[in-house]
């Protein structure tokens, strides 16, 4: 799952972070290790050189007493060994009773070369820094090594690292706050754009997005959404405009082929196959009529929006007139229609809301088998009250119920030559009952049919009765 772009900033900012204490930590303690070593071997070579003088003049008590005075700090010793690693005199630490040189090291010192280097002896397992040199004693090539432990060295770099070890977590959460809280506060004008543009639909083109006083890229965006959403406008508007402006020119026509249509089929001297015809065209014409006026009504709702004179509506009175006024074209298809339910009222336009109950039953009639029933139920609750049309049709498919009501959206298009459709009825009772404050939706019946349903607010939860207009954008 990709996340969100806040959360990746900051920990594209805690990753960097921790790249960077890491290596500056990891430069800070080899520097810190190397540095304080070669302090230590500072101080290491002279001191075995002055040894190595003090044993070439004077011997074994020389040897001590230089060793004594020259060598300070933790666990120092001496020693001298013979060309074979044999140890001929120590001093100090019991270390110096072990070899301190490798075979190749002192072979390296017998030469003539100054070694220093590391070492790890003992029980303890501590390491030692040590520099040894030649020295020639009665006329023997022998070995001086002068050594001290680095357990200072390595108890310095041990308090470093632990220093860095909870630093470093401490400044990656102070870094992951701080880095959220930056990212959040660059993100929140893009989080108000992103509100302001998912709230802006079809309803709500002439808004825009605000943009940042600022000459950036969230500025920048802002400007190209808002050039986006006044071409979608326009683009929008002319729709509309051509709808409107198509469906005004087309209702006297169409009109005037009705009269001359119904004129002509009034003659009796008409041959059977001519008033066929003459029929077939008329219902044609019909069809082209009722699609006018569904664009019309669509394209008024869209402009001005639906004009509402609201008041009590009695939806039982809605559904008989509806009934009533549909009962020949039930009968003509051989559906029956029924009424039941329980008395119900809305606060709603009573002749929008025929139109909108009419759409439904119209559209469940079309689709019914001959000898099918339609049944309008009326509904209440405490909060709403509402017409359920329910049918013996095929039913609305599967994950179709939302995009029934889209406009010229059709589940079956081949159904559109035998019903007569035009895919405008359902998404003018949407409109009707959004207008209304309502909600429309459709639902499959077992085992065969659909079933649609109205809400609307209760007139009984309202506690009016009084009509008022009310205009709806």
Partial sequence: MALPIRARMTAWYVVLLAVIIGGIGAFLVLRLRADLTGAVDRSLRPAAAQIAAGYRAEGAPEFRDTARTVLAGERVAAQVESPVGAILLTFGDRVARLPLLSPAQRSTVLRGHEVTGTVTRGPDAQRFRFAARRVVRAGRPEVVVASESLATVDRSVHRVLVLLLLAGPAALLATALGGWWLARGSLRPIDRITTTARA???????????VPPTADEVAQLATTLNTMLDRIQHGVEEQHRLIADASHELRTPLATMRAEVDVSLRTDDLSPAARAVLESTREEVDRLTRTVEDLLTLASVDERGLALVVGRVDLGAVADDVATSLAALAAARQVSITRDGVPSAALGDPEQLRHAVRNLVENAIEFSPAGGAVGLTTWANERESGITVADDGPGVPPGQEERIF?????????????????GLGL???????????????????????????IALPSARRAGTQDSAPRGNT
């Fill in 406 to 422: 889209d406009r010229f959206y059709r589940a079956d298009p081949s159904r559109t030559r035998r019903t007569g459709g035009s």
């Fill in 200 to 210: 802006i639909g079809v309803e709500r083109l002439d808004e825009r997005v605000a």
């Fill in 427 to 453: 998404a003018i009772s949407r409109e009707i009952v959004v207008a209304h404050g309502g909600r429309i939706w459709a639902e499959g019946r077992a085992p065969r049919g659909g079933a649609f349903s």
